[in-house]
């Protein structure tokens, strides 16, 4: 038998990051699946309500909660993904590291774009005159 190449199932307990509506950025947990196009996801500490979702517009993390039982409600919910500090794993996982920045990016206004670019030509300066040194 080979090894599937596919390492990201919809499975109960599964955590997704939405991709549109209301909460779209926020992460949430299946918690029971309706059909092969929808899902029900709940996200109690995130602040995303228990709803039916489809799957387009979901995006499927590496993290999955652990013995999590079918069609388990919101409470029981919020208790294992405290336990487990998924939303810290989340938050310290690169895909939201890099999620952060762009948005903290897209959110500068036109002098602090300035001091960015300006803070990196000071920076390459410095590395550019101590790669000549050592040279």
């Known amino acids: 038998m080979t090894d599937s190449t596919f390492k990201r199932f919809v499975e109960v307990g599964r955590v997704v990051l939405l991709k549109s509506g209301p909460s779209a950025g ?18 109690p500490t995130t602040g995303v309500p228990r709803q039916s ?3 387009r517009h979901l995006t499927l993390t590496p993290i999955a909660l652990t013995k999590l039982p079918r069609g388990a409600g ?4 919020r ?10 794993k989340w938050e310290s996982s690169t895909w939201a590291k890099k999620r952060a920045a762009m948005e903290k990016r897209r959110s500068l206004n036109d002098f602090e774009r300035f001091s960015v670019m300006v803070t990196k030509k000071q920076r390459r300066d410095v590395v550019r005159k101590t790669l000549a040194k050592a040279a």
């Open 79 to 88: 208790k294992q993904v405290e336990k487990e500090g998924t939303v810290a």
């Open 53 to 55: 979702f489809p799957y």
């Open 26 to 43: 926020k992460i949430a947990v299946i918690a029971e699946i309706i059909d092969h196009n929808r899902a029900i996801i709940d996200g």
């Open 74 to 77: 919101s409470g029981v919910i």
